[in-house]
């Protein structure tokens, strides 16, 4: 028992990400056709020191990514990072597409997580 306890402190990651979509409307259709989906991240640092954290996604071809790809959270802070994701309407199946938000630490390259969450888009015909 205190070695499994002993393991899974040592390999723990100080490191926590949430992906909050934006409930209130499922998608936008921005002026030049795309669909737009709002997001919320939040990057909570549980090491002693501060990192630079890197933001990706994955899951869908040709997305545009607005917002900051980057991201330095003070030891024991929370950092929230507002981000919007369009895709070409043309370019989706319609309804909901599974999306992977990715995390990595610049520092120490060990340090990487991944949450999933939900590209809506209107329902195709």
């Given at each position: 028992m205190l070695l499994a306890f002993s393991f899974?402190?040592?390999?723990?990651?100080?490191?926590?990400?949430?992906?909050?979509?934006?409930?209130?409307?499922?998608?936008?259709?921005?002026?030049?056709?795309?669909?737009?989906?709002?997001?919320?991240?939040?990057v909570l640092n549980m090491d002693q020191q501060a990192?630079?954290?890197?933001?990706?996604?994955?899951?869908?071809?040709?997305?545009?990514?607005?917002?900051?790809?980057?991201?330095t959270v003070p030891s024991g802070e929370i950092a929230d990072v507002p981000m919007r994701l369009q895709i070409p309407a043309d370019q989706l199946a319609g309804g909901a597409t599974k999306i992977v938000f990715t995390i990595e630490s610049t520092d120490d390259a060990g340090w990487k997580l991944q949450e999933e969450s939900r590209f809506m888009a209107p329902a195709r015909p």
């Amino acid at each position: 028992m205190l070695l499994a306890f002993s393991f899974a402190l040592a390999t723990r990651v100080p490191l926590a990400l949430d992906v909050i979509r934006e409930r209130s409307r499922l998608y936008r259709e921005t002026a030049q056709g795309d669909i737009e989906n709002v997001y919320q991240l939040r990057v909570l640092n549980m090491d002693q020191q501060a990192h630079t954290y890197r933001i990706g996604v994955a899951g869908l071809d040709n997305v545009s990514i607005f917002g900051e790809q980057s991201v330095t959270v003070p030891s024991g802070e929370i950092a929230d990072v507002p981000m919007r994701l369009q895709i070409p309407a043309d370019q989706l199946a319609g309804g909901a597409t599974k999306i992977v938000f990715t995390i990595e630490s610049t520092d120490d390259a060990g340090w990487k997580l991944q949450e999933e969450s939900r590209f809506m888009a209107p329902a195709r015909p």
